[in-house]
């Protein structure tokens, strides 16, 4: 499990990365903000809370913050709710997919179905 703090005074998790051998610093700290903890991996209340929701899903956190690091070692990484916007779509579209095939299958069926008089 992935060492991290909630800090009080920017309402975020704070934890490190480690990116791998050769690029930028051996170990950098990066924070997630409480709007994409909320928002998208459940969060509920406070700082607790916040923990407990980066805990839960610290594996994709910290592939989003590794690449944002990779993309410019060189500025600091700090996640918001924009670079998890994408996964509301995915499920958005998975479910618009789904239910398209649901029902295309269901008229399928109707039409193989013989007329009763």
Do not use: N
């Not at 480690?18 to 170990?27: E, Q």
């Not at 994409?36 to 839960?56: V, W």
């Amino acid at each position: 499990m992935s060492e991290a703090i909630f800090c009080f005074d920017t309402a975020s998790v704070r934890f490190a990365i480690y990116p791998p051998g050769g690029v930028g610093a051996a170990r950098v700290i990066v924070e997630i903000g409480e709007d994409p903890l909320r928002d998208h991996f459940g969060a509920t209340g406070g700082g607790e809370s916040l923990l407990e929701a980066y805990q839960s899903h610290s594996d994709e956190i910290g592939e989003k913050a590794m690449t944002r690091y990779l993309a410019a070692p060189h500025k600091p990484v700090f996640l918001t709710s924009a670079d998890f916007d994408w996964i509301d779509q995915v499920e958005e579209i998975l479910h618009l997919a789904q239910t398209t095939a649901l029902q295309a299958t269901g008229e399928e069926r109707q039409s193989r179905e013989p007329a009763h008089a």
